[in-house]
């Protein structure tokens, strides 16, 4: 709707008819390699939604340039190809390269999200071959020749673009204050970056509570069933909460797809606490926590809202491997003394 507003109905439908031919062929390519449609493909499409229509456009106002200046359409058509086809490869290579990092990061994170480089470059690279080839075609059969067709017409003798290469001029006169006044915003923008916050993954919007409880090795089923009904007695009545189901023995069922799972364990429970809303999850974290640290001191528990991403499990974690297993108890133990000591912790 935005191209057929401001470039033109004619211009729009070229480009309306690219997007849809582009991922087709990205869907037909992701289909033969096994990618599948999930969280982190999708997003990938929705990212490159944004970036596969800039090459069509480029050809197409390219083309409508030519058309204006005079040229016939199978001149511009030819001239889109040969001016844009190796600049916009170049600049669909650099984007694709900027997702390198994710695509080979070695790490669970880079597992999860792997699939956003593939799909990302798949659909560019696919959108460059639509622009240099498929579009120039459909631009002929579609863009209209102009009156004037075969002597030549300045475009750019408008009053827009005469104050605009007045602008370009004067920066070019004045260079020393434009680069002190670029210099200076590039500056704020470092300084300003530290009040972004910055994870990998964001934090979910559900409104769900995991509260994962862990008895001491050798206690039975009963207690823990027990501890865990005394947990859920306290929070019945609060006015933040839905509803409350407490698993005894084992972990919710996968209803969350980066859910770190809990299997079958005699001395664990799990509590799953559904807010009303976010700020409501918000408060009812604070108040399991504080209950957890008052109340059931035996109990090591552990009170999060989901998280998108791969399970991390605990925010601090630390293993020790290796083949003499008295030497990694030993160093273990001296590890948790340390953490033990730490006052953060």
């Known amino acids: 709707a935005v191209s057929l507003l401001s470039i033109g109905w004619r211009s729009g439908l070229v480009i309306a008819i690219a997007i849809p031919l582009v991922l087709a062929a990205t869907f037909a390519i992701m289909y033969e390699i096994g990618i599948d449609l999930q969280r982190i493909s999708l997003g990938a499409l929705i990212i490159a939604l944004g970036l596969l229509v800039d090459d069509a456009m480029i050809v197409v106002e390219m083309m409508e340039r030519k058309l204006e200046e005079g040229l016939v359409k199978i001149e511009a058509a030819s001239f889109a190809y040969t001016s844009t086809a190796f600049p916009m490869l170049t600049g669909t290579l650099i984007t694709t390269a900027g997702f390198i990092p994710v695509g080979f990061a070695a790490s669970t994170a880079g597992e999860y999200v792997r699939t956003l480089f593939y799909v990302v470059g ?138 770190d799972q809990q299997l079958r364990n005699p001395n664990f429970a799990q509590l799953l606490v559904m807010a009303k809303d976010e700020p409501a999850r918000e408060r009812l974290i604070v108040k399991m926590r504080g209950i957890l640290a008052k109340d059931f001191p035996s109990i090591r528990g552990k009170v999060d809202r989901l998280f998108l991403g791969p399970p991390t499990g605990w925010p601090v974690q630390m293993r020790v491997m290796g083949p003499d297993r008295r030497e990694v108890r030993r160093i273990a133990d001296e590890v948790k003394a340390k953490f033990q000591a730490n006052p953060l912790l």
């Open 122 to 259: 798949i659909a560019l690279v696919v959108s460059w071959f639509v622009a240099v080839y498929f579009t120039p075609w459909l631009g002929y059969m579609i863009l209209k020749q102009r009156k004037h067709a075969g002597t030549h017409h300045d475009v750019f003798d408008t009053g827009f673009y005469r104050r605009l290469r007045a602008t370009v001029t004067w920066a070019v006169h004045h260079r020393i204050i434009v680069l002190v006044m670029t210099l200076v915003t590039f500056a704020t923008s470092l300084w300003a970056f530290q009040f972004i916050p910055q994870n990998f993954f964001p934090q979910s919007s559900r409104p769900e509570i995991l509260v994962d409880l862990w008895l001491p090795e050798g206690t039975s089923i009963k207690e823990v069933e027990n501890q865990a009904k005394a947990l859920e007695a306290r929070m019945m009545d609060d006015p933040d909460k839905r509803f409350i189901a407490t698993y005894i023995g084992e972990g919710a069922p996968r209803f969350f797809l980066p859910l």
